[in-house]
């Protein structure tokens, strides 16, 4: 990980600006290939903190940290063109691959992947 944080929400936010980067590029790719794109840029965080932040062009102390270089995703939100939408821990599809899960959470997540279990394996 190149950047080091001291909170959560900064993590996230960081995160968040990365995954914004990644999805204007998808965007232009699409663009370019003739698609039209009718809706700003949707990302899911789980986040609340992180969400309010990048909704709020104002500088709070618990954010003057942050290096300037993420806060184009406040930018691109104010402007509309990405949003932040809150999606609940639970539904974290990446869970999958980065946290022990009980049974249910886990075929829950993996369906939601549409990943099917191979009848031939079911015994």
């Known amino acids: 990980q190149p950047v080091v ?3 959560t929400t900064e993590a996230e936010f960081i995160a968040a600006a990365h995954c914004v980067c990644q999805g204007i590029w998808l965007q232009r790719i699409l663009v370019n290939m ?3 794109l009718k809706k700003c840029l949707i990302v899911h965080c789980d986040n609340s903190s992180t ?3 990048s909704k ?3 500088l709070h ?3 003057k940290h942050i290096d300037i270089r993420f806060h184009f995703l406040r930018n691109l939100c104010c402007d509309g063109k990405v949003e932040l939408v809150h999606c609940a821990s639970q539904d974290q599809v990446a869970d999958i691959m980065t946290k022990a899960l009980k049974l249910e959470a886990f075929e829950k997540l ?3 992947l549409g ?3 191979n009848p031939l394996s079911q015994s």
């Open 5 to 7: 944080t001291l909170s």
């Open 34 to 36: 003739g698609f039209e």
């Open 56 to 58: 709020n062009p104002v």
């Open 110 to 112: 993996r369906s939601m």
């Open 115 to 117: 990943v099917q279990m």
């Open 61 to 63: 102390g618990r954010s």
């Open 51 to 53: 969400i309010k932040l």
